[in-house]
């Protein structure tokens, strides 16, 4: 996979802190929209992430596939992209 792995790792650490603060957050009774805007921040995290990871997966795994010239392996990396966009529409 194309990209560093512990940048991911550690950015995915920091939302699993961020998770932890808005369990303890609401655990303390605080403020809904304090809450609220943690949750913000922590989707925003996490949206950062899944745009990297698929970064990553064009340029090295679907880019693997164009090089191959393998069309069936050009198809499926296709279809996958298109089965995760139509998930994330609906």
Request: aromatic letters at 2%; a neutral charge; charged letters at 30%.
């Amino acid at each position: 996979m194309a990209g560093s792995s512990s940048t991911k790792i550690n950015r995915l650490n920091r939302i699993a802190g961020q998770v932890r603060g808005v369990a303890q957050m609401i655990e303390d009774d605080r403020y809904c929209i304090d809450i609220l805007h943690q949750l913000r921040a922590i989707k925003s995290a996490l949206a950062k992430v899944e745009s990297q990871v698929l970064k990553d997966h064009a340029a090295c795994c679907v880019n693997e596939a164009i090089a191959s010239g393998n069309e069936a392996q050009q198809r499926e990396k296709f279809e996958e992209l298109v089965d995760l966009l139509e998930k994330a529409r609906g």
